[in-house]
Nanobody
Framework: VQLQASGGGLVQAGDSLTLSCEVSGGTFNNYAVGWFRQAPGKEREFVAAISRSNRVGSSSYYADSVKGRSTITRDNAKATAFLQMNSLKPEDTAVYYC?????????????????WGQGTKVTVSS
C-alpha cells in the first residue's frame, strides 16, 4: 500500500487549504486514514482521522487544536482522503503526513501504523 500526500503550500493566516492523500496498492475502504503533522523542533502530533466506511458512513476524529476548523473526508471511489483546513494559523505550519491502517484505534493511539505517505509542507504566514 502506497500513500501520496499533496496539497501543501504557502498561505496566509485565515486562508483555507485542502490536503489530499491518495492510496494505491490496496482496497481503500479496508483502511482508516489519519493525518499527522510535525512542526520544526516538535514531536509529531495527531491531527485528524477517518474510519472505514460502513452502511451509515464514516466516523471522524480531530485533535482539539484543529477541531471546528478542519474537516476530514474520504472518497472511496477515488481512493483518496482529504483534510480541509480553514482559518489557518501560523501555528498550523508543519509538514503534514497521511497514514493508513486497518484499525482506526491504531491511528488514534499513534501505535504501529502500517502505512505512511511522504509529507506535504504547509506554511502559514502571519
Amino acid at each position: 500500500v502506497q500513500l501520496q500526500a499533496s496539497g501543501g503550500g504557502l498561505v496566509q493566516a485565515g486562508d483555507s487549504l485542502t490536503l489530499s492523500c491518495e492510496v494505491s496498492g490496496g482496497t481503500f475502504n479496508n483502511y482508516a486514514v489519519g493525518w499527522f503533522r510535525q512542526a520544526p523542533g516538535k514531536e509529531r502530533e495527531f491531527v485528524a482521522a477517518i474510519s472505514r466506511s460502513n452502511r451509515v458512513g464514516s466516523s471522524s476524529y480531530y485533535a482539539d487544536s484543529v477541531k471546528g476548523r478542519s474537516t476530514i473526508t474520504r472518497d472511496n471511489a477515488k481512493a483518496t482522503a482529504f483534510l480541509q483546513m480553514n482559518s489557518l494559523k501560523p501555528e498550523d505550519t508543519a509538514v503534514y503526513y497521511c497514514a493508513a491502517d486497518r484499525n482506526i484505534m491504531t491511528i488514534l493511539n499513534q501505535g504501529q501504523i502500517n502505512y505512511w505517505g511522504q509529507g506535504t509542507k504547509v506554511t502559514v504566514s502571519s
